[in-house]
């Protein structure tokens, strides 16, 4: 089966393209470009692009997808309905299932999950401890055997330093990256929100700053001694980025990732104890915002993933402190960036292609993916970046509802999702706004 | 009586105007001779039910909000609930939904998470009184404090008043700060480095003064607020030992030298003798501590009529606005909030 991508924008950074091409797609595979004047190919079907943006799929490398487990809250199959919904072809599953994902046996239960599902590509990733109880090492080389592309305690990060150099001198041996959440408990214990002047005005127990880089000078610290691959999750705080800018200088194995809810809201957000805006790491004040906005400007910044974390109605209509932590993303997160991001000026879309694909692609080695070079999946994202929309959290594809963006409008999004050369999402204003681009583009 | 006062619930101080205050004074101002009487009851609030939804142990203010509701003829109800088993039993929300359905006009609640009363105010018909949430605010303490003070000083701008303790953990140090300093009061605040941040001094526009000897905070004060120090903090870490929090935080005779000389001293209660305050401050001429408690009704009654009686804002009998909540503090909206906020402060007036 053919498809031709046709009179679309082509962004893939990992060659370096920047272009008005077709894109021909045979057997999953891309063929390569062709001029947009060029004839049809034989026996193909044709996808109008014109007026989009053309880019290898988007991945976001960190997800709760909640099965096995917690099914009421998502499962793999309505977890990966959201992520193509979203623009993602690839979603990295965290590993906080109940049972945690620790052992091969549950590793080849989400795999299996996924292709039952068969719309996203979901790649889990392991406990870098056992239950993630921070003391004793998981069985990682079974885990890889089966399938995991990473490792980590997300949520429950190892918290003492000795094991934690331990788990990525284990990890180094078998090239997985090890993803922590970096927050130290004693610091942050009992904290249910950014500490600062909202944490003082709403009387709630604060997590400082300090909480995140502590962890995050430590790991860096431990990839020096080690060697090991780094990636630091959902960083928030100004002195966390500033850790691995330093590192980054020193030529360290360390790498990083951000939330769109990060750069979006502050902590003032909280004022209405409005347990959807209940997250962690929590939401920072503006200052740490700024930050994020410069590393993700500077190239400190990897990527951007969603933290997609589902929880139930019931669990989130809870007192504040009583709530748990997390908030949905897989749905708003391009909408986040291209709006607030690519709309306003603070990143260029090939930036944005970098930070949603070709650097997820590369801190993960997912080696045929994140590129749009000859051979590569056929995965796409096709992004509107004029479409405007709104997000309406009771048609979501996820089974939970715990976003602070519910009603939000944005400009730009995605429009199409393609993975392994199959259109598996349609935007449902696709076809009625692209009379609207061709009158535009002519 | 009512003019034009527009409150459906009292869930705290920080979001009143200095109008608002003032006629919930006035008003309790009005309430507290109803206590002198021989017959202490009013038929304002006849036919009227209030519940009281305690979720946190409470002496002082539970009692006082049902004499409150008693004198104005209200049928009041009391609830304790523990909350050794919040995890195990109804949510907070159910409980509320189930009382609604009761139909009460009014249900006043103290829970130890902050913002509980905001969260029944978002899905419940009646008037919701916050009688205290977790550190976040005790506005009835802060505005029986405020009558105090008006009733021994006349006035309440251009005050020093001095708060001592554990500002961390204090809602009522939160609300009496909104509070005074909306009314033109100074305030200063002192007490042990772990319960003192120094981020209070930017807590309201006007500023705070922190200060870490609890003499220099004292010194020139019109008024002295000590609070309750709590047990539990020392296991918590936040000071080693209830004898060391004595000697170099506890109000002792010695610290009013340093004072206004007709310097008042207050404290909402209950006091550990000996520690925070000595015997001799607290049973001795300046100490108001009684009076506080005497204007508690008068407070709580006005309190009560205004938002569940007569005096009720035309919104208070409407469904509340249970809707999509906007939230704010968005970054790249930053600036529309101001002028969002600018809207409401212009509306208040």
């Known amino acids: ?442 | 009586m009512d003019n034009g006062f527009k409150l459906k619930h009292l869930l705290g101080i920080r979001e009143l105007s200095v109008d608002q205050i003032t006629h919930l004074l006035d008003t309790a101002d009005t309430f507290r001779d109803v206590s002198k009487r021989e017959i202490k009851k009013v038929p304002a609030l006849r036919g009227r039910t209030v519940i009281n939804l305690f979720f946190e142990a409470s002496t002082r203010t539970r009692t006082s909000f049902e004499i409150a509701a008693k004198r104005l003829s209200a049928d009041a109800i009391n609830i304790s609930v523990a909350t050794s088993s919040v995890s195990k039993g109804e949510t907070l929300l159910d409980t509320a939904r189930n009382l609604e359905a009761m139909a009460p006009d009014c249900i006043v609640i103290r829970h130890s998470s902050a913002g509980a009363p905001q969260h029944l105010a978002r899905f419940c018909n009646a008037a919701i009184v916050n009688a205290g949430d977790g550190a976040h605010e005790h506005p009835t303490q802060a505005l029986l404090d405020a009558l105090t003070i008006r009733e021994h000083k006349g006035h309440i701008a251009g005050l020093k008043v001095a708060i001592i303790g554990d500002i961390l953990h204090s809602r009522v140090a939160r609300s009496n700060i909104y509070l005074l300093s909306k009314l033109g009061a100074t305030i200063s605040v002192a007490g042990p480095g772990t319960l003192v941040p120094p981020e209070f001094a930017e807590l309201i526009e006007q500023g705070v003064r922190v200060e870490r000897d609890i003499q220099d905070s004292i010194a020139d004060a019109d008024v002295v607020m000590i609070l309750r120090m709590q047990r539990e903090r020392q296991t918590e870490a936040f000071f080693p030992s209830m004898r060391e929090y004595a000697v170099h935080y506890g109000l002792h005779l010695s610290h009013l030298s340093q004072a206004a000389s007709d310097a008042i001293v207050m404290h909402p209660g209950p006091m550990n003798r000996g520690i925070e305050i000595s015997s001799e401050i607290a049973d001795g001429g300046r100490s108001l501590i009684l009076d506080q408690v005497t204007n508690g009704v008068a407070v709580r009654m006005a309190v009560l009529y205004l938002l569940a009686g007569a005096g009720k804002s035309e919104n208070g009998a409407k469904r509340g606005q249970n809707g999509k909540n906007v939230v704010r503090g968005s970054s790249a909206t930053a600036r529309e909030g101001s002028v969002n906020k600018e809207k409401r402060e212009r509306s208040k007036k």
């Open chain 1, 1 to 442: 089966m053919r498809l031709l991508i046709q009179n679309g924008y082509i962004i893939d950074p990992s060659q370096g393209t920047n272009t008005g091409k077709n894109l021909l797609i045979e057997d999953g595979r891309v063929v390569g470009l062709s001029s947009h004047g060029d004839g049809l190919p034989e026996g193909c079907e044709v996808f109008d692009a014109t007026g989009l943006v053309v880019a290898p799929g988007f991945i976001d490398m960190h997800v709760h997808l909640r099965e096995p487990g917690h099914e009421y809250r998502e499962t793999i199959a309505s977890g990966a309905a959201a992520a193509v919904a979203g623009g993602f072809t690839t979603v990295c599953a965290m590993p906080n299932t109940n049972p945690v994902n620790d052992h091969a046996a549950v590793t080849r239960f989400v795999i299996e999950q996924a292709e039952r599902a068969g719309l996203a590509n979901v790649f889990p990733i392991g406990a870098i401890t056992k239950n993630s109880d921070g003391t004793e090492l998981a069985e990682m080389g079974e885990m890889k055997d089966a399938g995991i592309i990473a490792v980590s305690d997300d949520g429950r990060p190892v918290p003492s330093a000795g094991m934690m150099r331990r788990a990525m001198e284990y990890a180094r041996g078998f090239d997985l990256p090890v993803i922590d959440h970096c927050e130290d408990k004693s610091l942050a214990r009992g904290g249910v929100m950014h500490e600062g002047h909202w944490s003082l005005v709403l009387g709630m127990r604060g997590m400082p700053a300090a909480a995140e880089e502590i962890d995050a000078q430590r790991n860096c610290l431990l990839a020096e001694l080690t060697g090991a691959r780094l990636h630091l999750a959902h960083l928030s705080t100004d002195g966390a980025i500033e850790v691995v800018r330093r590192a980054k200088e020193k030529g360290l194995p360390v790498t990083c990732e951000v939330a769109p809810h990060h750069w979006t809201l502050t902590d003032e957000a909280v004022q209405d104890y409005d347990t959807n805006t209940k997250v962690s790491p929590p939401l920072r004040s503006q200052n740490h915002v700024d930050a994020i906005i410069a590393g993700l400007r500077d190239g400190t910044i990897d990527a951007i993933a969603s933290d997609h974390a589902p929880h139930h109605a019931d669990e989130k209509a809870l007192e504040y402190d009583q709530a748990p932590f997390g908030i949905v993303g897989l749905e708003t997160s391009v909408g986040l960036a291209m709006d607030r991001l690519v709309n306003e000026g603070v990143i260029s879309l090939e930036r944005l292609v970098e930070l949603c694909s070709t650097n997820p692609a590369r801190v993960l080695r997912l080696e045929d993916r994140g590129t749009l070079r000859a051979g590569a999946r056929a995965d796409l994202t096709i992004i509107d970046s004029e479409l405007t929309w709104t997000f309406d959290a009771s048609r979501s594809k996820s089974k939970s509802r715990n976003t602070p963006f519910d009603s939000y409008a944005f400009r730009g999004g995605a429009v199409a999702t393609v993975v392994g050369g199959r259109i598996v999402y349609l935007h449902p204003d696709y076809a009625k706004v692209a009379k609207q681009r061709h009158a535009f583009v002519s």
